[in-house]
């Protein structure tokens, strides 16, 4: 009867259980646990944030266990769809979209949602069909395309204005224009054109995109207003040490000194309290998790499935250099949250979208016909 009983668990567990990639789970599961205890340091009494968090993570699991089911053929066949849909919201946005502290981001729905971050999974998967049907006749007609294809989203984005969703957007698609066998020459040309091109650029950019470049450049020019952010991050960063103050003991998020400490700047947070040697264990996390996704996407058995994984590998690396370098004051605060560490929703889901598409590609890495 026992027996019985386990065949029977294990028949019905087991559809549920096949479809995660364990290394890759377990990995991210200590990142998540991870970012749990540390957004309870810095929430203080913002009690919501955890339940919060709590959510978005359920939900994110959801969409992770959902899409990794799917056979990377159909996740294929949604990519002119969802970026055809990515880009109307965009549009839709730039017209009549919902704007919040000088920013126009937002449209309503009948829920409030924001397309950019759509953009983030859709144009990697949009270009990643493009070159898979155009394989063995790659030429710099295709790559041109391409780039237009990353161009439209990236421009519309950037008028919003919102440069951290256009920087991560540009990065994504740029990784599988480079994947997909762009030259190096043609990387250093674009390189020296877009250094000799930076005394046209500066004027178009926004008055507080310049800021935050100046701000970077001496956070002590303006140390109660755009610098303050830089300052208080750097100090909470320094203080940890090298084991931290401890957890629940950081001074800068509990004294309230440190902005927005549950979203943005959480890697602040984690460093005061855990110190130098918390922070190469963290990096260590986060390396397995780009080194799984690496051998993923080197084991795909088609152009799409190869690009795309690599793609979404090297969004999760781009999301935590641009974070901690953010935080530590190497690179411009631009608003990027910290990959499966930070409060958010949308950012979540996002990543629990990409998660799912790695899964199923390794799933299905011997299912798929090359």
Do not use: C
């Not at 549009?91 to 983030?120: C, D, H, S, T, Y």
């Not at 394989?135 to 951290?164: C, H, N, T, Y």
């Not at 935080?327 to 605060?333: D, E, K, Q, R, T």
């Amino acid at each position: 009867m026992e027996k019985i009983n386990k065949n029977v668990f294990r028949r019905i567990l087991s559809p549920w259980i096949q479809v995660i990639d364990v290394p890759l789970a377990i990995v991210i599961s200590l990142i998540l646990l991870v970012g749990l205890a540390t957004l309870y340091s810095a929430s203080g009494e913002m009690t919501g944030r955890v339940q919060g968090q709590l959510r978005n993570i359920a939900i994110a699991v959801i969409v992770m266990w959902g899409v990794a089911r799917i056979p990377p053929q159909t996740i294929e066949k949604f990519a002119v769809p969802l970026y055809t849909i990515g880009m109307t919201l965009l549009i839709a946005v730039f017209m009549f979209g919902l704007v919040k502290k000088g920013a126009r981001r937002w449209l309503n729905i009948g829920v409030i949602i924001q397309p950019a971050e759509i953009m983030k999974i859709a144009v990697p998967m949009m270009l990643a069909w493009f070159f898979q049907k155009r394989e063995g006749l790659l030429s710099w007609k295709e790559f041109a395309i391409g780039a237009a294809i990353l161009a439209a989203p990236v421009a519309f984005i950037m008028r919003q204005p919102d440069l951290g969703t256009a920087m991560l957007v540009l990065a994504t698609g740029f990784y599988v224009i480079y994947l997909a066998g762009l030259s190096w020459k043609v990387l250093v040309g674009i390189a020296v054109a877009v250094f000799g091109s930076l005394p046209l650029i500066w004027p178009m950019l926004h008055g507080y995109q310049r800021q935050r470049i100046m701000t970077l450049l001496d956070p002590t020019s303006d140390p109660l207003g755009k610098g303050f952010h830089i300052i208080q991050s750097k100090i909470a960063v320094g203080s940890g040490g090298l084991f931290g103050k401890g957890w629940l003991n950081g001074t800068q998020a509990h004294l309230e000194f440190l902005p927005e400490r549950t979203t943005d700047f959480i890697f602040a947070v984690y460093s005061e309290e855990f110190g130098l040697l918390g922070n190469m264990i963290l990096l260590g996390l986060f390396l397995l998790l780009i080194g799984r996704g690496i051998l993923i996407a080197s084991e795909a058995p088609t152009m799409f499935t190869r690009l795309l994984a690599g793609a979404i590998t090297l969004m999760f690396f781009t999301y935590a250099f641009v974070n901690m370098g953010m935080v530590s004051g190497i690179l411009p605060v631009v608003g990027v949250p910290l990959p499966f560490m930070s409060y958010g929703g949308t950012a979540m889901v996002t990543l629990g979208l990409g998660t799912g598409i790695l899964m199923s590609i390794h799933r299905h890495r011997q299912l798929v016909q090359s």
